[in-house]
């Protein structure tokens, strides 16, 4: 495959980023006595010096024998690599979190507003209303279903009374079931 042949260009570069050398001769030198194994030129090639290709895995080969850290090292950098990609999850999660945190505060805000509006138009439910709170809050623990649902029922009641909210019962038209 051609796309893993290296000119020397690209096996000094990957050579000089590992810390093995800093000369380009010394590449050459060790591709062309073979150190670097896989070295050849492929057909057509106008001279030595522009021809060698080098299999990418006998540089990372070279690469580990001179130097054992690297193999350590690449292993780090692929764990820095899967972190980061977590971390950028996490702050993704941690983002949608705080969104439905607001949202979640928005709806609470708005029954404390309902709430409000209730002991407003109702002078003896606010201690009821309290009551409701400190549910929604989590502060009150032995309140039992039974208890709540009929603290709701009092305090619609008594807020449909006050607010005019039961409508009026209307008599029932006869005269269309008559036809």
Known sequence: MMGDLLTIDEVFTLL???GVTSSIQMTRTWVREGKIPGGMMPKGARNRKEGWRVPR??????IHSRRPEQVELERLQAEVQRLTI?????RRRSAAWIAHDTRHAAAKETVHEVLRDV???????????QIVEDVLLGSVHNFNYQQLNLLCETLLHSASQV???ECPKQPADDSAGSE
């Not at 895995?57 to 070279?62: M, P």
């Open 16 to 18: 000089k980023k590992a």
């Open 57 to 62: 895995e006998s540089v990372h080969e070279f």
């Open 86 to 90: 977590e971390l950028v999850s996490i």
């Open 119 to 129: 002991i407003a138009s109702v002078p003896y439910a606010p201690e009821h209303v």
């Open 163 to 165: 607010l005019e909210l």
